[in-house]
Nanobody
């Protein structure tokens, strides 16, 4: 199993930047995928960005070219650098870990961190 704690959310102005952090309770070097999702009330969570333990990354269409996901295995931390923020980026952002190896296989979520983009 793994526990995830997000931080770094807050208020930003349009065009500004924020960096979110997700600290895991165990090594992430062997976790198949670490990802960030966001959820608009009444809708399913949507993928913002993901990173595999083989170095592959993937981004949602709405954030491509603006957001960057990165891993620091030494700190058991995944980051989401958010640049050129827009009001429509306002949301709760969740960190997810996908473990594919027994006995702890499954998807694990953090509690979320609120991002508000407003002037």
């Amino acid at each position: 199993q793994v526990q995830l704690v997000e931080s770094g959310g807050g208020l930003a102005q349009p065009g500004g930047s924020l960096r979110l952090s997700c600290v895991a309770s165990r090594s992430i070097s062997t976790i198949a995928q670490m990802a960030w999702f966001r959820q608009v009330p009444g809708k399913q969570r949507e993928l913002v960005a993901s990173s595999t333990n083989h170095g592959e990354t993937n981004y949602g269409d709405s954030v491509k070219g603006r957001f960057t996901i990165s891993r620091d295995n030494a700190k058991n931390t995944v980051y989401l650098q958010m640049d050129s923020l827009q009001p429509e980026d306002t949301n709760v952002y969740y960190c997810k870990a996908l473990i594919l190896t027994a006995p702890a296989q499954g998807a694990y979520w953090g509690q979320g961190t609120q991002v508000i983009v407003s002037s």
